[in-house]
């Protein structure tokens, strides 16, 4: 049994082993496939770089994705026009806000907007010419209660084409506003004070003046940029005053620049010229006056400012370049107006010298461009033997100045003329005596011009105090002296009394107390005459009008009273009119005749001889008497219109006024405290009122003047129905005065204190109206200060 089972085992174990199921084999298959590829086969090396390939993608696309939206976030911070094509894929919420923070518009949308806000846009300017990539576009703004050129330049734009692919395919042009100004004309004192008129009457103007016109700079001129005129005109007389801003546009800095306002009497506009040696242009203005030559020159400098690189500069000649006592000679004498002479002399020092310095070459060629003027002025033939000694004296002909005044058989028109002068030939006769004292016809002029201004004794002194005079030299002065007659010619051509004051009993006159021509002479009346003393509220001396009180007037130590005879006219009228109004409201006239002056305290006062006028009757209704002389006023008496009239045409300075007036009544007491009655009720009492339109305030707008009279606020108390009781206790007439934009001005409702108006006036040589305010004391004359919005 052992053998067998021996034998079978092996059998056994063999059978079993091929009767074993094929899932074993399949097993081992499948572990085979699973196993890790040997290294260096091919199915290695595929499957590495499939794996390496799919991450460099991803991270590629990445990191374009990244740097796509980090360029996107790059522009969208520096420029967000670059991006704007953006809009067109993004929903309204999400839209990209522009870098110009606005969107282009068309010309269509931009007309269309600005007349919403009633403004109108003017004539269109390129740039550049050839291309209307860019314009220029100035904007106005209707005046009104205007008869010509009555719309006035508000702001001016530049705008410059969208280059956004979002806009380039529209059929239409799209523009950015690439920049805006806005404008307001120069102030009108600045335009006047080149003006005669403004040195004779200086006034408290700031009032801006339109600007009506726009002139783009043709041709050549300095810098990259666009050069523009803003310019307007205001009448003087029978000529044309221009004024204006020069504007500038930069392209560097995409921005418009104010470079300087200018002002031409004579009508001329800015041009570019060559003026210096350098090729780079100049900027003239024509300042000229008459027969004064006055040109301003203009270099275009650099300027140390991001917005602002250049700067106007104007060649001036108050700062010397060279220490050298013949050019500062000359310098000094051109500042006076002695042009010639100081070219003559410059051209000379540039000869010894070998040349000059830039700045030093660009002040000669100053004085040069006026020498020219004022050369070819003298050389002309003139009417009058006036015109040929002033176009003489200006370009320093002293010489043939003289002969000219030897050889008139008149020559009170000369005097007229070395009278009337405003120290333009003193000045350059003291400018020339300084460089050389000794030189016969200068000397000569000074001494006329002195006799003239001053008087013959004033002119004698002087020469006999000049040392070195020869006796010849002083006779031949002192001869042309006489023949000038200079008191007598003095006395003739004063200007006439120009005085406004209130009248004052005097009780006792003491001579001494007061200042005479002749101080030997006795003060006396003569028949049916008694004294008044004139305190005095203004008075013009030929020059300006000066107002209580009169901080500087300053009489000279010697000859006071001739200061005062001809600082006040009286030399040329010394008659006075002494204005009375009699308790039933007629005016009386009597003439009285100014003896004597006096300074006191700040306080002027004329001692006048007259006929007895009437007393007030202690009527506090009665005007107090009033002194003015012939040529002090010209009353002004706007045609009234009645306030339901004047509702129709500006209803609400109707309403404004009657509140107003109803409110000071109350105060005043005038009328019972209480609520204010309604419109339509203050309309049906107040509406027959008389009221007057007429400019107070000088800005081409009326005012409006309403003066009720002490009858007519007595009459508000009344019942409407009934008789009228007669009013023991009635008030004064009162005035109040609104301005073009209903605001109260002026109103005679004061409290604690009596103002009245007593009439609307023009002074002589004055632009604005005054009014004259009588109070408890005094009269006074009061005109509108643009400065303090208020009469002064």
Not at 238 to 263: C, D, F, K
Not at 676 to 683: D, R
Request: positive net charge; glycine residues 4%; charged residues 20%.
């Amino acid at each position: 049994m052992a053998k067998r089972s021996r034998k079978l085992t092996p059998k056994t174990s063999k059978e079993n082993q091929q009767n074993q199921p094929r899932t074993g084999v399949r097993k081992r298959v499948v572990k085979k496939t699973l196993q890790k590829p040997k290294p260096g086969s091919w199915l290695s090396s595929t499957l590495a770089m499939s794996t390496t390939g799919c991450a460099y993608a991803i991270l590629l696309s990445s990191a374009g994705i990244i740097i796509s939206f980090a360029w996107i976030s790059f522009l969208f911070i520096m420029n967000p026009d670059q991006v704007s094509w953006l809009n067109k894929i993004l929903p309204e919420w999400a839209q990209i806000p522009l870098g110009k923070h606005e969107r282009p518009q068309t010309f269509k949308n931009i007309e269309l907007d600005l007349s919403k806000k009633n403004l109108i846009v003017g004539e269109i300017l390129p740039l550049y010419q050839g291309t209307k990539n860019s314009f220029f576009m100035p904007v106005f703004q209707q005046r009104v209660n205007c008869e010509s050129d009555c719309q006035k330049l508000v702001e001016i734009r530049v705008y410059q084409r969208s280059q956004e692919l979002e806009f380039k395919s529209e059929p239409e042009n799209y523009y950015y506003l690439e920049s805006q100004l806005p404008i307001t004309g120069p102030e009108e004192s600045f335009v006047i004070s080149s003006l005669a008129d403004a040195i004779l009457e200086p006034q408290d103007i700031s009032v801006p003046l339109p600007l009506t016109k726009v002139q783009r700079f043709e041709g050549q001129t300095p810098s990259p940029g666009v050069w523009f005129n803003l310019r307007g005109e205001r009448q003087h007389g029978n000529s044309a005053l221009a004024y204006g801003h020069i504007v500038y546009y930069n392209p560097e800095r995409s921005n418009l620049q104010l470079m300087l306002s200018w002002t031409s009497p004579s009508g001329q506009l800015p041009k570019w010229q060559q003026v210096t040696g350098d090729a780079t242009k100049e900027l003239l203005i024509d300042r000229t006056l008459g027969l004064e030559p006055h040109l301003a020159v203009y270099q275009v400098k650099p300027l140390k400012l991001f917005l602002k690189p250049i700067q106007l500069e104007a060649i001036n000649l108050k700062s010397p370049v060279l220490k050298d006592s013949g050019y500062q000679n000359a310098l000094s004498i051109a500042r006076t107006g002695l042009w010639t002479p100081a070219f003559e002399w410059l051209k000379f020092i540039k000869k010894q010298r070998k040349g000059l310095p830039q700045e030093a070459q660009a002040q000669m060629d100053l004085i040069r461009l006026h020498s020219q003027l004022t050369k070819s002025q003298a050389e002309k033939s003139w009417a009058s033997p006036g015109e040929q000694v002033l176009a003489n004296l200006i370009d320093g002909r002293w010489g043939k100045a003289l002969q000219v005044f030897e050889s008139a058989d008149n020559v009170q028109e000369i005097a007229t003329l070395l009278k009337g002068d405003e120290k333009r030939l003193w000045n350059r006769s003291v400018a020339a005596l300084r460089v050389n004292p000794k030189r016969q016809e200068v000397q000569a002029w000074f001494a006329l011009i002195l006799a003239v201004q001053r008087g013959q004794e004033a002119a004698n002194s002087w020469l006999e105090t000049q040392p070195q005079i020869s006796k010849d030299r002083l006779a031949y002065i002192q001869g042309l002296l006489t023949k000038l007659d200079g008191e007598a010619i003095k006395s003739e051509i004063s200007h006439l009394s120009q005085i406004v004051g209130t009248v004052q009993p005097i009780a006792e006159v003491t001579s001494s107390e007061w200042l005479q021509p002749n101080s030997t002479a006795d003060l006396k009346l003569t028949d049916n005459q008694v004294w008044y003393q004139v305190q005095v509220s203004a008075f013009s001396d030929g020059k300006r009008w000066l107002n209580f009180p009169f901080e500087n007037l300053n009489p000279p130590k010697t000859s006071p009273a001739k200061f005062f005879w001809k600082t006040l006219g009286i030399n040329s009228d010394p008659q006075m009119q002494i204005v009375v109004w009699l308790p039933n409201g007629e005016q009386q006239i009597t003439m009285a005749t100014i003896k004597a002056v006096q300074l006191r305290n700040k306080v002027l006062r004329l001692l006048v001889a007259a006929p007895k006028i009437p007393k007030n009757q202690n009527n506090v209704l009665q005007p107090k008497p009033l002194a003015l002389t012939n040529a002090a006023l010209e009353w002004v008496q706007p045609f009234p219109i009645t306030l339901r009239e004047l509702h129709t045409q500006n209803p609400s300075a109707v309403k404004v006024i009657l509140s107003s007036v109803w409110e000071s009544l109350q105060k005043s007491g005038e009328v019972p405290a209480g609520a204010i009655p309604s419109f339509e009720q203050m309309q049906d009492k107040l509406g027959d009122w008389p009221v007057q339109t007429i400019d107070l305030t000088n800005n081409g707008q009326p005012e409006i003047v309403l003066t009720i009279s002490g009858t007519t606020i007595a009459s508000l108390n009344q019942p409407q129905s009934g008789i009228i009781e007669e009013n023991t206790n009635q008030s004064p007439d009162r005035t109040i005065i609104l301005s073009d934009s209903d605001e109260v001005i002026y109103t005679d409702f004061q409290q604690n204190s009596f103002q009245k108006l007593s009439a609307i006036a023009k002074l002589s040589g004055v632009q604005s109206l005054a009014l004259l305010v009588e109070n408890a004391e005094k009269y006074s004359l009061k005109r509108w200060s643009e400065k303090n919005q208020r009469f002064e």
